[in-house]
């Protein structure tokens, strides 16, 4: 605890070196805990050191999940640890029309999948849950399965990876899933340019196409892989 609070203070004070010299101490001797490893990510994302915070946050995961940047692109692919506030993890996003939350009685793989709960149309596009991820150049492939149950409306759930800086670079999605279907996969294949780096990955409903639209229902979403295409 006390190394961790020592971590803090640097960050705190914005001291680059300081920081990086805990982080490397206590991470080399097994003493970070998610938050302190939360943190330090953000503050040296806050600073654009993308690689680093990347590099840093699999150093710190790769005993929670092993194939996180080795297989999979994505952290927590299957939502079997609760998320923690880092960049790098799930952020879950409740609303007034979505209620998000994982679900240990809808499986496809694991012991608990991502569920939520509509219970009207969303007024804005914003994602029900997303995570950012740093791309190189070439293809790539996001895939995930999804469920469906007596979800109404015009507008089905979907996977999204889209640019975090500018959104013509790549904005892309999987096909949607509405009404009642069981557990099926959902996969886009894309192409990523050279200035694209930073992206966020979304689930997401796009708003409601009319304000008097009635939606609700449930969905469920599990084993998202993200992987370059060899």
Known sequence: QAANAFLRFWVNQNRLEEAETTWNWINQNSLTSLQ????????????????EALQSWSDYTK??????NQTNWIYNGSFEMKPVDCLFDWHLVSSGSAEVS?????????LVSL????????????AQAYQMVLLKPGKWVIKAAMKAQALTGGQGVEIRIVDAEDPTRLDVSTSTVQGTQEWAGVSKTFEVVEKTRLARVEIIRPAA????????????VDAVQLAPVL
């Open 36 to 51: 302190s490893a939360g943190s330090y990510v953000a503050f040296l994302a806050k600073g654009s050191r993308w690689d």
């Open 63 to 68: 005993r929670l999940d092993g194939s996180y």
């Open 102 to 110: 994982r679900d240990p009685q809808q499986l496809y793989k694991g």
């Open 115 to 126: 569920k939520i709960r509509y219970s009207s149309a969303p007024s804005d596009p914003a």
């Open 209 to 220: 196409r009319g304000s008097n639209e009635r939606s609700n229902g449930n969905v469920w």
